[in-house]
């Protein structure tokens, strides 16, 4: 029987040697400088920063300001949605339709049409604004005056001749 002999293997005992000798030759060793990370001490950045709080600063009054008047918004919609609301903007309605009507009945009364020597006329004040309506048999003016603080503001004038405008106040077959 052969004999085996025992053999001391080296690169077990190599190895670490390698070892800490790669690692002794890749440590090297700097200064230690502290760098601060906030652009306001360190100036690196700085308008850039200051920009930015500005516009956060910014952007959070205006969204203060939006749910502000988003509020109010709602509160008005809320106002104008009562039950109260809707009934006076519907009495108005019709007391504003009421009194149109009544002034073109005035102003188209073919029972007793107006004439040059005796026309019919009238005047109302309404919300500050003069309205004045004649007609004289021969024109319907319907003048709109709009005053404010009792200065006159403008003045409209609408002018229909009554021939042409639906009626005849006389025999219509001489005209």
Not at 101 to 120: Q, V
């Amino acid at each position: 029987m052969k004999r085996r002999k025992n053999k001391i293997h080296w690169w077990p005992i190599a190895i670490p040697f390698v070892f800490l000798a790669w690692v002794s030759y890749e440590v090297g060793a700097t200064e230690i400088v502290h760098k601060f990370g906030n652009p306001s001490f360190s100036g690196i950045n700085q308008s850039a920063h200051y920009l930015t709080i500005d516009e956060q600063e910014r952007t959070r009054k205006a969204e203060l300001a939006q749910k502000a008047q988003d509020a109010l918004d709602e509160a008005q919609r809320e106002a104008d949605n009562t039950t109260l609301a809707k009934f006076l903007r519907n009495l108005e309605s019709r007391i504003y339709s009421t009194l149109a009507k009544d002034i073109s009945e005035s102003l188209f009364n073919y029972d007793t049409p107006g004439t040059l020597e005796n026309p019919i006329f009238g005047e109302i004040w309404l919300e500050g604004n003069r309205i004045i309506w004649m007609n004289d048999g021969v024109n319907i003016t319907l003048t709109v005056e709009e005053w404010m603080d009792g200065v006159l503001l403008s003045t409209t004038t609408i002018v229909i001749p009554v021939g042409q405008f639906g009626g005849c106040f006389s025999d219509c077959a001489s005209g």
